[in-house]
């Protein structure tokens, strides 16, 4: 049986599975990984999941944390057996985001970290998600979290990305790809683009979702995913 790895995006931590991890089935023995948090470039991270985990893996990553998987299935396409990808982008960073970047990375080094996050919130959450305080609360703290350090790492880490449509339709492991019909950071057509490179690509959209759609519609991620997983069941 394969192990499930699961890869948070930005500046997010184990919080942003924690109502995946109870739904999944045991045999999966998931983990969550931190290798974000451990390494400056994407391809650096995947080698260290690839690395950190033995035998067959099946890797679901959530925006950053799905580049990282995409490269992993580049790196070991006889390790990866499967990857759900959740409102993620298969594209280089543009010139725009580069510099909207650099500006919050400026912001976050004087010490305006919780201001530009709570103003992100209304980009990452689905409109009709952000009059929940709640849900809103938990968002920025974990993001918060992170810490100065790790927000900008990260975000250069993801400036600097590779072009993971190069090697996607090389891809011959199950995909399945999910995105929230709002997501304003990574836009549906991210999602249909990757969908449209992999052969065996699986997409499905998570409705009243924005970015962050494991934290936003919980019931109708787990419901995907474990109908994606159900495969490796049979294969048992």
Known sequence: MPRLVLL???ACDERLWQAQRPALPPRF?????DVHTRHERIEHMAAAVLAENEGPLILCGASLGGMVAMAAAQQAPERVVGLALLGTSARPETPEMF???ESAIEMFERGEARELIELNANFALHPAQVAD???VRRYVEMVL???VTQLVRQNRAAMQRPDARRHLPAV???VLVLCGDGDKLTPPECSSEIAGLVPQAELQWITQAGHMLTMEQPAQVNAALLHWLRRWSADA
Request: hydrophobic letters at 35%; charged letters at 30%; glycine letters at 10%.
């Open 8 to 10: 948070p995006g930005l």
């Open 29 to 33: 023995d998931a983990r969550v990984s």
């Open 99 to 101: 510099q909207l970047r």
């Open 133 to 135: 305080k709640a849900l």
């Open 145 to 147: 979290d992170a810490g």
């Open 172 to 174: 011959r492991c199950p």
